[in-house]
């Protein structure tokens, strides 16, 4: 029997890569170079926002009790004493009969408690006549977004462009984020061509390396090119021997139960075993180990299954975040295995998520196609009504 654990599921499988990741850490980064990381400290407000009570439109502020009986056939006439725009309040005092000319964004001078849109005014000299009562809702208040010293952001949110601009109102020019986690990716396999060369009988393109360059972009991590390394157990151990300054080396390939799959025979023989296969279709033979103190994480070499395998485990590990998921309603049935959890490829249409057809291991197409895996434990069952957790991809 090994002494390694076999057929792990899923949550322990995404527990154990993640214990063997490195902290991180942080680092500052300006808002521009901010776009995509994930914040490592919350975000407070260095001011408030509105930093003054002002004005949501174009128009005149005034006292609203003055304009009470203003309508279309009975205007009410306010003398103007000035005007305030951004960047340049009226410093004076609004009173009785009197009125401000005010542009969006400005503040609202002291006496003022309500603002009548420019639509509604008539007059463009010292004198404009009311259609309508002015309104308090117009104005926004200093403060109604958010006050200087509320937390506004929370340490592990994805700095999405919205984001960064909030960041940038909150008053931060930089903003603390997680290191990126340095990922080295290898391909092995003797039948692994790189896309351009010429493709004989038994050999298939390199998909897997662009595929899980984009995923690892994807969750945050800094990626670097392996290439890829023959079926020869020398070659491959000399190929980790030089990996260096990586905080996890993630593989396809050569990892299953065949007489050639020395990623898993050197990592038993030499390195050092966390777990071997997981059950999850497709996937299943995932294997995490450490080569010289260096993690490493096999995935399958079908396409499929190293995709999915990244987008269930590795992802999750990687970001600290768990997978994204929601609760949709069958369109279609899906079927479960006996003691796997299953992940098919599906589309989802609203609330409803259909089963796509092809489920092959190595139909790349069905990824391309679908935008979601349905998510069966062992042995369940789901039939078209029913509810089912959909992984979003």
């Known amino acids: 029997?090994?002494?390694?654990?076999?057929?792990?599921?899923?949550?322990?499988?995404?527990?154990?890569?993640?214990?063997?990741?490195?902290?991180?850490?942080?680092?500052?980064?300006?808002?521009?170079?901010?776009?995509?990381?994930?914040?490592?400290?919350?975000?407070?407000?260095?001011?408030?926002?509105?930093?003054?009570?002002?004005?949501?439109?174009?128009?005149?502020?005034?006292?609203?009790?003055?304009?009470?009986?203003?309508?279309?056939?009975?205007?009410?006439?306010?003398?103007?004493?000035?005007?305030?725009?951004?960047?340049?309040?009226?410093?004076?005092?609004v009173g009785a009969g009197e009125c401000v000319r005010i542009y969006t964004g400005a503040p609202v001078p002291t006496g003022a408690d309500a603002i009548c849109p420019v639509e509604q005014l008539t007059g463009d000299g010292d004198t404009v006549h009311l259609q309508r009562p002015a309104s308090p809702r117009d104005i926004r208040h200093e403060g109604n977004d958010f006050c200087a010293g509320e937390v506004v952001m929370r340490a592990g949110v994805r700095l999405t462009p919205a984001r960064v601009a909030l960041a940038a109102a909150l008053g931060h020019a930089t903003v603390p984020v997680r290191r990126r986690l340095r990922v080295a990716l290898l391909s092995t396999g003797d039948e692994v061509v790189a896309p351009g060369e010429p493709l004989h009988a038994g050999q298939v393109y390199d998909s897997n390396r662009f595929g899980l360059t984009g995923l690892l972009h994807d969750a945050g991590c800094d990626v670097r090119p392996l290439g890829r390394v023959p079926d020869a157990p020398d070659a491959l151990a000399a190929q980790l021997d030089a990996v260096g300054g990586a905080d996890l080396l993630l593989t396809s390939g050569g990892?299953?139960?065949?007489?050639?799959?020395?990623?898993?025979?050197?990592?038993?023989?030499?390195?050092?075993?966390?777990?071997?296969?997981?059950?999850?279709?497709?996937?299943?033979?995932?294997?995490?180990?450490?080569?010289?103190?260096?993690?490493?994480?096999?995935?399958?070499?079908?396409?499929?299954?190293?995709?999915?395998?990244?987008?269930?485990?590795?992802?999750?590990?990687?970001?600290?975040?768990?997978?994204?998921?929601?609760?949709?309603?069958?369109?279609?049935?899906?079927?479960?295995?006996?003691?796997?959890?299953?992940?098919?490829?599906?589309?989802?249409?609203?609330?409803?998520?259909?089963?796509?057809?092809?489920?092959?291991?190595?139909?790349?197409r069905s990824l391309s196609d679908t935008d979601a895996l349905a998510v069966l434990p062992a042995g369940s069952s789901v039939g078209v009504g029913d509810e089912v957790d959909v992984l979003l991809l």
């Not at 390694?4 to 902290?23: I, R, T, W």
């Not at 033979?285 to 395998?309: D, I, K, T």
């Not at 590990?317 to 768990?322: D, I, M, N, V, Y």
């Open 1 to 93: 029997m090994p002494d390694f654990p076999m057929h792990v599921a899923v949550p322990d499988a995404v527990h154990a890569l993640a214990a063997l990741l490195p902290d991180p850490g942080l680092e500052r980064v300006p808002l521009s170079a901010a776009f995509g990381r994930t914040l490592a400290a919350d975000l407070d407000a260095r001011v408030s926002h509105p930093s003054a009570t002002e004005s949501a439109l174009d128009g005149i502020a005034c006292r609203e009790a003055d304009t009470l009986g203003a309508t279309a056939t009975a205007a009410v006439a306010l003398r103007v004493v000035g005007e305030s725009r951004a960047g340049a309040p009226f410093t004076g005092t």
């Open 255 to 364: 990892v299953s139960m065949g007489r050639y799959d020395f990623m898993r025979d050197l990592l038993i023989e030499r390195g050092r075993v966390h777990f071997w296969k997981v059950r999850m279709r497709p996937g299943g033979p995932a294997l995490l180990g450490e080569w010289r103190g260096l993690p490493v994480f096999g995935l399958p070499g079908n396409p499929v299954s190293a995709l999915v395998v990244f987008h269930v485990i590795a992802r999750p590990a990687l970001t600290g975040q768990p997978a994204r998921t929601v609760r949709l309603r069958a369109a279609t049935p899906f079927r479960s295995l006996p003691d796997k959890t299953a992940y098919w490829r599906a589309t989802v249409d609203g609330a409803h998520v259909h089963e796509y057809g092809a489920q092959g291991s190595g139909v790349l």
